[in-house]
């Protein structure tokens, strides 16, 4: 079953999360456009998780992570530094 479309705005702001994800994305070489065509989404879906705007599904958040070569605790869990 797919997840449901459309976009799901964050109920608080995660810059901290934003700010890890582009960071690890950077330093894995790649851009915005990479990432977004790699998850199948688009560059703004990205630019919202960066600044903290956006709060992914979990089966987007899974395949951001995988890309990224990461886990999602490390992107989005309370703990991660």
Same mark, same amino acid.
């Given at each position: 079953?797919?997840?449901? +479309?459309?976009?799901?705005?964050?109920?608080?702001?995660?810059?901290? +999360?934003?700010?890890?994800?582009?960071?690890?994305?950077? &330093?894995?070489?790649?851009?915005?456009?990479?990432?977004?065509? %790699?998850?199948?989404?688009?560059?703004?879906?990205?630019?919202?998780? &960066?600044?903290?705007?956006?709060?992914?599904?979990?089966?987007? #958040?899974?395949?951001? #992570?995988?890309?990224?070569?990461?886990?999602?605790? &490390?992107?989005?869990? %309370?703990?991660?530094?």
């Amino acid at each position: 079953m797919a997840p449901p +479309a459309g976009p799901v705005r964050s109920s608080t702001h995660d810059g901290a +999360a934003g700010a890890r994800i582009r960071s690890i994305r950077r &330093e894995g070489g790649l851009t915005q456009q990479d990432l977004a065509t %790699a998850v199948q989404v688009s560059r703004q879906t990205v630019i919202a998780m &960066e600044t903290g705007d956006y709060a992914p599904s979990v089966y987007l #958040a899974l395949k951001v #992570a995988r890309t990224l070569g990461v886990t999602v605790e &490390e992107l989005w869990g %309370a703990s991660a530094s």
